[in-house]
């Protein structure tokens, strides 16, 4: 059993829309990070949530971190080709390992 | 901040052979590193922590005689694939955390493309 889910697994877009990815769990996270990965590198750090109900912004990037910090959102705004990747939500619940979710891959069709 | 490196980042080698790959925190003191690998288009499988100066904590299901893992500093972690096989052929990531931020951030390496023949 996933401690993550990611929802969707896989989305194509074309270039200038927007999206939003999910991830959801049963239990909660004292805070939650999200990575970017491309193809033959390691995860890059997009940001971390720490607060429930907590909303940052990094360009084109929104993140939000649900109230009862069990579940988090990335929306992008305007996507472009250099968007596309795999995100990777993780995170530590209260008492457990570090976990990673099974990810979302993205790609933005020009 | 918060920089880790990994080398090397390709090695081929032929079945029977062992492996050693380095992971180091490059800015910061990480009490804690951890060993990933990923296979073609899933996400990230966590082998082992590493704490420095103590033995590592493996998953179920990972060798700990065939992933060796030495913590020997604050800023060193290393893996050997001992005795490595074709169905170790993976990508092996690592990551290392600062508590000193005051969050269980993981940053990772740039990973190591294993190949064995």
């Known amino acids: 059993t996933q401690l993550l889910e990611q929802s969707p697994q896989f989305l194509s877009i074309q270039e200038g829309e927007n999206l939003t990815v999910y991830c959801n769990s049963s239990s909660v996270f004292s805070s939650l990070q999200w990575y970017r990965q491309e193809p033959g590198e390691g995860p890059v750090l997009l940001v971390t949530v720490v607060t429930g109900g907590e909303v940052k912004k990094l360009k084109r990037l929104t993140f939000q971190f649900g109230d009862a910090r069990k579940d988090s959102s990335l929306h992008i705004t305007a996507a472009q080709p250099g968007d596309t990747g795999l995100y990777l939500c993780?995170?530590?619940?209260?008492?457990?390992?570090?976990?990673f979710g099974p990810g979302t891959r993205l790609s933005v069709l020009p | 901040g918060a920089v880790v490196s990994q080398h090397p980042s390709r090695v081929i080698c032929k079945s029977g052979t062992s492996v050693k790959i380095e992971c180091r925190s490059l800015d910061f003191q990480a009490t804690t590193m951890f060993w990933y690998r990923q296979f073609p288009k899933q996400s990230l499988m966590l082998m082992a922590t590493s704490n420095e100066g103590s033995k590592a904590t493996y998953e179920q299901g990972v060798e700990k005689d065939k992933f060796l893992i030495n913590h020997a500093s604050l800023t060193l972690s290393t893996l050997t694939v001992t005795s490595a096989h074709p169905e170790d052929s993976s990508f092996y990531i690592c990551?290392?955390?600062?508590?000193?931020?005051?969050?269980?951030?993981?940053?990772f390496g740039p990973g190591t493309r294993l190949t064995v023949l």
């Open positions: 990551s290392a955390s600062d508590r000193g931020r005051g969050t269980d951030t993981q940053y």
């Open positions: 993780a995170g530590e619940p209260y008492g457990q390992n570090f976990v």
